[in-house]
């Protein structure tokens, strides 16, 4: 049974980091490229990054880009996003998800539809 399940959300202050977590059950990292969105109160799911270790390939969102990293650790099956710099705008319910392959295809192309499995999310509160 494929899924996934996040953690290490929390509050921080701005200017602050965090590093959040997805486990991956079921399959290994090199199954399935692994994605990170965000869903901000009132505001649409926000891709954010995504990562293919078949393709060895990361990919940022404008939001993530020079402050966000993303990585794995095989041995875990774990997915990493390394969030340095945040702000009040950060803010918000961050998940992850599979691709239906081992590309990030669908995250390049805009298909939340496609993706596979979704954890519950993890709460990122950022205050001011």
């Known amino acids: 049974h494929v899924r996934v399940v996040e953690s290490g959300g929390g509050l921080v202050q701005s200017g602050g980091s965090l590093r959040l977590s997805c486990a991956a059950f079921?399959?290994?990292?090199?199954?399935?490229?692994i994605a990170w969105f965000r869903r901000a109160p009132g505001k649409k799911l926000e891709a954010i990054s995504c990562i293919s270790t078949t393709d060895d390939l990361k990919y940022y969102g404008d939001s993530a880009k020079g402050r966000f990293s993303i990585s794995t650790d095989n041995t875990k099956k774990t997915v990493y996003l390394q969030m340095n710099s945040l702000e009040p705008e950060d803010t918000a319910v961050y998940y992850c998800?599979?691709?239906?392959?081992?590309?990030?295809?669908?995250?390049?192309?805009?298909?939340?539809?496609?993706?596979?499995?979704w954890g519950q999310g993890t709460q990122v509160t950022v205050s001011s």
């Open positions: 079921g399959f290994t990292l090199d199954d399935y490229a």
């Open positions: 998800a599979t691709e239906p392959n081992d590309s990030c295809y669908y995250y390049t192309e805009g298909g939340l539809d496609e993706y596979y499995s």
